[in-house]
């Protein structure tokens, strides 16, 4: 490590002691619309959007805001030519295309951005548009990091950024009412919620396709980006699916599921960070060209309740939720002294305590339907309020996994100081819980 590395690194660990999250200086990058200086869209004016990372889930996001006809598409960018051309072929008329993100960043005629990019990038990228004066939309993961999280939150809040997460399943009505009745008090007090998602890809896993030399197309450079180098393989770049199988550019599959599911107990119980999680698993039986757990167990503790995570890629049982057949299943617990609620997606159903519950009878509608997730954001745009799913709300879903997963590669508990937003006891958890970038990419460090 460099001289300067290591004295940067000791300046945050005195930085956080002391001031927590509050600390922020001026930054290196300014983009052409910096600090919010170009107009903000009115409630006639057309949108105009940006895309970084054309992948599926991405051009899903653009295709749903596209619909509207308040949107105009001014630009695509990927370091993979093949997808980011088709995106401007769609778009033909008014999409221009870019390779870099902070080039398309600069551009007047780009108000948003949605970020669909893998997570890795995803902070450096997210405080970049920020900056620049571009609204986002970024997918989950939000982070891979406690202090990526910190100042992508940080840098919406100073830049009077609109943000929205990703995490489409927020914006379903069966999500809705199962808020209202957790907040309807017909269960009790909820001492525990219980959340999982898990599936069996065998011994096999995604397979083992070797690594190889990249497609001539693809800057395999700048798609690392960031993160530490590391061989390509077409298995990282395929899709979201195998791509979680890979530990440093995902974080693996509870990042890459959690975000959706403990967003219901986060929402409905209004939790804020945990004060103590511990995180066990392992790559116990797996043997494929990924590195990421095959298993994971969690334990987040908060003030008088406990929420709970499994994740596991090598036996689907699910409970309530489906057995025999291999599949991908998912599923959320709220146990409360009257009676227990269980949910997914798309369903709920209440098992009472024995006669303790009294009313059964689902509590009046409360919380209004979402026009979309997407158009949510782009309404919000324009009114400047944040949409239900802002960074600010989604930093208490992102900061407990990622602490999971720190949790997991320490071998401990991590212990968390809610008020102050910091690491407590542990300085080596405390170091990692910030990335160091890949050279010439630094971490922004003046948002923590």
């Known amino acids: 490590m460099s001289k300067s590395k290591r004295v940067s690194r000791r300046s945050f660990i005195r930085r956080m002691a002391t001031t927590g999250a ?124 406690v202090g990526e999280s910190l100042a992508v939150r940080n840098a919406v809040r100073r830049h009077q950024r609109i943000s929205q997460i990703g995490t489409q399943i927020h914006a379903s009505e069966n999500y809705r009412r199962v808020v209202e009745l957790v907040r309807s008090g017909k269960l009790g007090k909820i001492s525990v919620s219980r959340t999982f998602n898990v599936m069996n890809q065998g011994p096999g896993g995604i397979g083992n396709t070797p690594d190889s030399d990249p497609p001539a197309e693809i800057d395999w450079d700048l798609w690392v980006g960031p993160g530490p180098m590391r061989p390509f393989n077409s298995l990282i770049v395929h899709d979201a699916y195998t791509h979680c199988s890979f530990m440093d550019c995902s974080g ?15 929402w409905a119980l209004d939790l804020g960070y945990p004060k103590t999680t511990y995180c066990s698993g392992g ?58 609620m269980y949910a997914d997606y798309g369903m709920h159903q209440v098992v009472p305590e024995g006669d303790r519950l009294k009313d059964t009878k689902p509590p009046e509608k409360s919380i209004p339907p979402s026009p979309g997730h997407e158009r949510e954001w782009l309404d ?69």
């Open 252 to 266: 693996g599959w509870t990042p890459g599921m959690a975000p959706h599911i403990i967003d219901l107990p986060v």
């Open 22 to 145: 509050a600390g922020m200086a001026v930054p290196y990058f300014v983009g052409g619309n910096a600090l919010g200086q170009k107009g903000k869209p009115g409630a006639n004016d057309r949108i105009g959007l940006g895309l970084i990372g054309c992948g599926g889930m991405g051009r899903g996001n653009l295709k749903n805001c596209a619909n509207s006809p308040d949107v105009v598409v001014t630009g695509a960018c990927d370091i993979w030519k093949t997808r980011r051309d088709a995106v401007v072929a769609q778009y033909q008329s008014t999409a221009k295309p870019y390779d870099d993100y902070r080039e398309m960043l600069q551009a007047k005629e780009i108000d948003a951005v949605i970020i669909a990019t893998p997570p890795h990038w995803h902070c450096r990228m997210a405080v970049d548009a920020c900056r620049a004066g571009k609204d986002i939309y970024l997918q989950k993961p939000m982070t891979l990091h």
């Open 380 to 448: 919000c745009i324009k009114s400047r309020r944040q949409p239900s799913c802002n960074a600010d709300y989604h930093c208490k879903i992102d900061v407990p996994i990622c602490l999971a997963n720190l949790s997991m590669r320490l071998g401990r508990a991590i212990h968390f100081d809610p008020v102050a937003e910091k690491i407590v006891g542990d300085d080596e958890a405390l170091r990692l819980s910030v990335p160091e970038y890949r050279d010439p990419w630094k971490f922004p460090i003046e948002y923590i």
């Open 283 to 340: 790559r116990y039986l797996i043997k494929d060209a990924g590195d990421a757990p095959d298993v994971q167990e969690v334990v987040w503790q908060y003030p008088d309740f406990t929420m709970t995570w499994m994740m596991s890629l090598v036996n689907s049982f699910a409970f309530d939720f489906g057995r025999g057949q291999p599949a991908r299943r998912l599923g959320i617990y709220f146990h409360g002294v009257n009676g227990t």
